[in-house]
């Protein structure tokens, strides 16, 4: 709990208030669920297997594993490519510790890449100080793969010795990295369809998935809202900066008031004019 104490502190010493209330209700949240599993006079509760102390049965790990990550990719025709990494401490999810990543080294479709890309990016940020906590479980969404492309990147950098996993979407098989005779090979574990432990990475899998989506699509909308600014006159980079910023969607644009527009920084009364002008000019389904 002490981590989440201290993603807490952080985030009120950075006055993020309601980040600050998050991981308070996560440490309430922590809290009842250690109650409900332990608590004597309760059946069975004190017998109650966690999901994380399955994990590092099946893994062989020392400790239970309490700060998993995954990483996700996502691109149409290799156009806008991302990737997320979700971070989650235990079984909850801890937000401060959620990254998004613009693909900027790969070009086309190449999901191994990308994912080599945005794995190195944070442990060399974790190397240089700009990420706090070097994950127990590192999870890719993937198969045999991604988890050898993931593999080198960690021997590279330095981190071999962080457990490496990975869950392939068809049967959802968890691989884990063996190495055999030097070289790397990809163990099936087995996993039970009711297995706590798959419970577990599939929330933590499709969040990862959700969190990259939605930038993906975020990105795609800023293309396209960016081209179609492009085609009023007066409006330059600031003011396509401005707009871009302000409202969320084409449609939100599309919809706002001369007077909402006239008021933003950066535009005049003649610059909303022709904003509001153009989109009202536009056919409508």
Do not use: W
Not at 40 to 69: D, F, N
Not at 133 to 157: Q, R, S, T, W, Y
């Amino acid at each position: 709990m002490d981590y989440l104490t201290d993603r807490m502190r952080q985030a009120s010493d950075e006055l993020r208030f309601e980040d600050a209330q998050y991981y308070k209700e996560q440490i309430d949240a922590l809290s009842r669920l250690r109650k409900r599993r332990f608590s004597p006079g309760k059946p069975g509760a004190s017998a109650a297997l966690s999901a994380t102390l399955r994990l590092k049965q099946l893994l062989g790990m020392e400790k239970i594993p309490e700060i998993i990550v995954c990483f996700d990719v996502s691109n149409v025709q290799g156009e806008e490519a991302v990737a997320s990494k979700v971070s989650f401490y235990r079984e909850l999810a801890d937000k401060l510790g959620y990254r998004r990543y613009k693909i900027k080294t790969v070009e086309g479709i190449n999901d191994y890449a990308m994912i080599q890309e945005a794995l190195r990016r944070m442990l060399r940020g974790l190397k240089e100080g700009r990420e706090n906590f070097i994950p127990d479980v590192i999870m890719i969404d993937g198969g045999k793969g991604h988890l050898h492309a993931a593999f080198e990147v960690l021997n590279e950098e330095g981190f071999e010795n962080v457990k490496l996993i990975s869950i392939a979407k068809r049967f959802e098989t968890i691989y884990s990295v063996s190495v055999e005779d030097g070289a790397f090979a990809a163990r099936d574990l087995g996993i039970s369809k009711d297995d706590p432990a798959l419970y577990l990475l599939q929330k933590v899998r499709d969040e990862a998935h959700r969190f990259a989506v939605n930038y993906h699509r975020t990105l795609k909308e800023k293309q396209l809202t960016l081209s179609v600014l492009d085609e009023i006159e007066g409006i330059g980079e600031q003011r396509k900066r401005i707009l871009l910023s302000h409202f969320d969607s084409i449609a939100a644009l599309s919809q706002s008031s001369l007077e909402t527009l006239a008021s933003l920084p950066s535009m005049d009364r003649l610059s909303a004019k022709r904003v509001h002008a153009f989109f009202l000019s536009q056919p409508h389904d």
